[in-house]
């Protein structure tokens, strides 16, 4: 044990109620983990701050010791972003979980880091308005979760990802200072550091306070889908409905695999013998929707769509949408254990890719089911095996990896809305090379000189702040120059 | 130590005599206030800019990025300037990926022109800034986070631009984002680089999300009395069910010139709501007949403007549209304020010498302006607003002043956060040489 614990817990329970301070094995077996549960590591401490002040001088103390911290929000991340490091603590802020303002007039919400996204429509519900990313565990993920995150969801295509509904935040800077980027006004003066911080997987401090945009409910909304023979039908029915001007709320294809395991599960409609379906939502004005609608419908005929159906009523909609939503879960019934992906790719590289990870899963000799966002091209390739076999688990990562390198060499991205954060940090040299992340750590060190916040995600190997251009010399003459402003 | 002197022999060793100017007829064009560089440079590729960077930064030469020069006085004055940099000969569509929407193109690019090109593929890039007639790149754009009245709808290049490249201080190239319109790997760099007004980095090539052209378009324009009752026709349309490209709020100065232009019968309101929707035809119909109905409960009359393009031109264009000596400036608060900010705007100028021509993105809570005067009564009109918008926690920022203007903060406070960007600055540029004190 370092030396130091005792006198750090001292001082955390100086800081916290007993309540918000865990260091008993049994109380922080629950924390060793997010949603990717192939990883665990168990934290020397979890604390659960329920202000700014306690996170700051939680961070404070973190500091003068250089002891490592990882922020966690509902831990339904995929990406093992709030995976804890065992050398560490594990700051959760799900006690920090009002919504502190609504203003309808201004179009926002301000709400703390462990307010649930779901509850910020509830919230606004009766307004009339709603927060647009709606990423699939949005019952209980949380904003915090979904700013370190840039969360996106199914209606993405439409309306953005998270990044473009945060107008400002609060921070507590890895070194215990607190700070505000943005603010209530859409723009401020000087660097967006908010657009470095929405989306940096937790590395750069602890959000606890974010200014979400609200968005006016749609007047209208259709749902349907369509059934086609072949996957690649399906794909060019979305590039032609983008190309003739319509771009809907959200366009969601799944395959034969997925869509029998979620008819098993939830009975969403869905033709079982389709070898893959497309799910479309239009949404808008009644004028808008009305006038799209058909021309949609005729791109699906041209692109030779077996059926379509559209959702009678709001019952049926949700019915489908349920479907869709339910197609990670609904994988229980057919398989033991999944691993998903989120490689992102050119929409119209749909075809060939999808090809590709085929003849993978044929060589590996495991099933994939494919569910995506198929509007922005944002694959999520659920390999199926069961982790009781030994070894498995081993070609699953592999395979996943070569998904990723299919989808890097088509011109993508290896992460859509997941995250690099420990499950992918070593395929990011797929993606940016080494100027690109020597880039990207002179963002770390601005903000995080000892590297101590979330350490070991999202970067393929530790660097110092010194080792990139910067001495050390350098580094702390930095520091002194700007404490003197900083603090 | 004392820097050395600039030797142009040394500059040939990675570009050719023809890229490289030094004569003062040639170097006009660049001045910045009231400094010339010693040297203009033309790269005409990417690895050019590299070597010219980590030969400047080796010898701490600063350095000026230029696209098509039509924003040199946006910013504070510079604290030297030894190299401009042009980037006009970096003028390449990279490609253009018509089925995925995506355009690459190199910095140096006019904005007109890729945009002409789009059109004729019945694509177009949704940001509509002002100065495109007078060749403004798409880097220098991206520099300046500069937008136009489509903003309400899509945002600023900060919503639209997916990957970029950028050449670092020390020479090495480097990227941010992906040719993805979903990614969310690695910090978002590119977007960081949108608005850092070419301090950290040097911007080479940009790639950015396309639009399919809409079938149509019409204005609805309408005169409002009062700030009361402008704030509750901004919130009634702004909760009707529509979809705005653009809700603008032009004071009698600016809508003169709308009228004059449109042929419509000059009406003398205070403010002059303007409302643009874009679709299918069917649903730009329906949604203007709401507007109206919306409008005339309040017993507001107005007109609809057909063929709009050339209204929409002037809007995004009127702040540079001035020949007497004018100030640029751009105020930011919450959404609900602006009528507030506007009355009082206009009852200030009334006590000033000054004359002013305002539209506000009423859906944005942002108010251009274009303020004609004396120096004096600028700057005093300025420390006015300013001292005005502290009191809401509001902003302005100029993006022109006169090159007489001496001593002036274009930017005010940088706010809680100015010290992590002066840290920010420090490590993307240890050596000050981009644009030292433009913006930090």
Redesign the interface.
């Known amino acids: 044990m370092n030396k130091n614990y005792n006198e750090i817990k001292k001082r955390f329970e100086a800081i916290l109620d007993p309540d918000s301070f865990l260091h008993r094995e049994e109380e922080i077996i629950a924390f060793e983990c997010d949603a990717l549960t192939y990883y665990r590591v168990k934290p020397v401490f979890v604390v659960l701050p329920i202000n700014k002040q306690q996170v700051s001088e939680i961070i404070k103390v973190c500091y003068e010791f250089n002891m490592p911290f990882v922020p966690r929000g509902a831990g339904t991340g995929l990406s093992g972003g709030a995976l804890p490091v065992d050398d560490g603590v594990l700051i959760s802020l799900a006690k920090m979980n009002q919504i502190l303002e609504i203003d309808i007039?201004?179009?926002l919400v301000v709400v703390q880091p462990g307010v649930i996204n779901r509850s910020v429509s509830e919230a606004v519900d009766s307004f009339?308005f709603y927060y647009a990313p709606d990423p699939s565990s949005q019952i209980v993920c949380t904003i915090g979760g979904n700013v370190a995150?840039?969360s996106?969801g199914v209606h993405?295509l439409k309306y953005?990802?998270t990044?473009?509904h945060i107008l400002g935040l609060e921070m507590v800077?890895p070194n215990g200072e607190i700070?505000?980027?943005g603010?209530?006004?859409?723009?401020?003066?000087?660097?967006?550091?908010l657009?470095?911080v929405?989306?940096?997987e937790g590395l750069l401090g602890i959000v606890t306070k974010v200014i979400l945009k609200i968005s006016?409910k749609?007047?209208l909304v259709k749902t349907l889908f369509a059934s086609f023979d072949s996957i690649e039908d399906a794909g060019s029915s979305v590039?032609g409905i983008?190309?003739?001007?319509i771009?809907p709320a959200g366009m969601e294809i799944m395959d034969n695999t997925c869509i029998r395991a979620v008819q098993t599960s939830v009975k969403a409609g869905y033709p079982e013998d389709a070898d893959s379906i497309l799910l479309i939502e239009l949404d808008?004005?009644?004028?808008?929707v009305?006038?799209?609608l058909p021309?949609v419908e005729n791109v699906l005929r041209e692109n030779s769509a077996i059926q379509i159906k559209i959702a009678k009523d709001e019952a049926e909609r949700e019915l489908f949408w349920k479907g869709r939503k339910s197609a990670f879960a609904a994988m229980g019934r057919v398989s033991p254990d999944y691993y998903v992906q989120d490689g992102?790719?050119?929409?119209?590289k749909l075809a060939e890719v999808l090809r590709k990870t085929k003849q993978l899963s044929e060589e590996y000799g495991l099933t994939i089911a494919n569910v995506f966002?198929a509007g922005?091209?944002?694959l999520h390739p659920l390999i199926l095996f069961n982790s009781a076999v030994e070894g498995e688990f081993d070609k699953v990562e592999k395979l996943a990896g070569e998904i990723l390198k299919i989808c890097v060499e088509s011109?993508?991205?290896?992460?859509?809305?997941?995250?690099?954060g420990f499950d992918?940090k070593t395929y990011?040299p797929l993606?940016?090379n080494d100027?690109?992340?020597?880039?990207?750590q002179?963002?770390s060190?601005?903000?995080d000189l000892k590297g101590l916040c979330n350490p070991g995600k999202?970067f393929p190997t530790p660097r110092t702040c010194a080792e990139h251009?910067?001495t050390k010399e350098?580094a702390s003459e930095?520091e002194r120059k700007?404490e003197g402003?900083?603090y | 130590m004392d820097k050395k002197k600039i030797n142009i022999e040394e500059f040939m060793n990675f570009i050719s005599h023809d890229n490289i100017h030094t004569q003062r007829s040639e170097l006009l064009k660049f001045q910045v206030f009231d400094k010339l560089p010693s040297i203009a440079l033309y790269p005409e590729n990417i690895e050019q800019v590299s070597q010219i960077l980590e030969y400047c930064n080796s010898n701490s030469y600063s350095v000026i990025p230029f696209g098509g020069c039509t924003k040199v006085s946006f910013g504070n004055t510079l604290t030297a300037f030894d190299v401009a940099l042009s980037l006009e000969r970096l003028n390449n569509i990279v490609k253009h990926d018509k089925e995925d929407f995506i355009i690459t193109v190199q910095a140096g690019c006019r904005f007109k022109d890729v945009q002409e090109f789009l059109l004729s593929k019945n694509q177009f890039i949704a940001v509509d800034p002002p100065l495109t007639d007078k060749g403004a790149t798409i880097g220098g754009i991206v520099a300046t986070n500069d937008y136009g009245p489509s903003r309400f709808r899509y945002g600023t290049f900060r919503e639209q631009i997916i990957e970029i490249v950028a050449v670092g201080t020390d020479g090495k190239i480097f990227k941010g984002g992906a040719k993805v319109v979903k990614n969310v790997a690695g910090y978002d760099i590119h977007k960081l680089l949108v608005g850092s007004m070419g301090t950290l980095g040097v911007v080479v090539e940009v790639s950015i999300k396309l639009y399919p052209v809409q079938e149509e378009s019409l204005t609805f324009i309408t005169g409002i009395s009062d700030s009361e009752m402008l704030k509750s026709c901004i919130q009634k349309i702004l909760n009707a069910d529509l979809v705005l490209s653009s809700i603008e709020v032009i004071n009698p100065e600016l809508s003169a010139d709308i009228f004059k232009l449109t042929g419509i019968r000059p009406i003398k309101f205070p403010y002059t709501l303007s409302l643009r929707i874009e679709n299918v035809k069917k649903a730009v119909i329906d949604q203007m007949a709401l507007v109206k109905s919306i409008l005339n409960s309040d017993n507001l009359e107005g007109a609809v403007i057909e063929n709009d393009i050339q209204v929409w031109e002037y809007l995004r264009n009127f702040p540079y549209k001035s020949n007497s000596n004018n100030i640029v400036c751009k105020v930011s608060v919450t959404m609900n304020e602006i009528p507030r900010v506007l009355e009082y705007i206009q009852e200030s100028s009334e006590n000033l010498d000054v004359k002013i021509f305002s539209s506000a993105k009423a859906g944005n809570g942002i108010i251009q302006l274009l303020i004609e005067g004396k120096n004096k009564d600028l700057e005093i009109t300025v420390e006015l607003l300013r001292s005005y918008l502290t009191t809401i926690q509001g902003s302005v920022i100029c993006q022109h002043i006169p090159r007489d203007f001496g001593k002036f903060d274009s930017w005010g406070e940088l706010g809680p956060s100015s010290g992590l960007m002066k840290l920010l600055k420090q490590n993307f540029d240890p050596n000050n040489i981009l644009n030292p004190g433009r913006l930090i």
């Open positions: 007039p201004n179009r009339g995150e840039n996106g993405c953005g990802v990044t473009n800077l700070i505000e980027l603010g209530k006004n859409q723009e401020y003066p000087g660097y967006d550091l657009s470095i929405v989306g940096s006016k749609p007047q590039s983008i190309s003739n001007g771009i808008g004005p009644n004028a808008e009305e006038a799209q021309i992102v790719i050119p929409r119209n966002h922005d091209g944002n011109g993508g991205s290896i992460t859509g809305e997941h995250g690099v992918k990011i993606m940016f100027h690109d992340l020597e880039t990207m002179l963002i060190c601005t903000f999202l251009g910067m350098r930095i700007i402003e900083l």
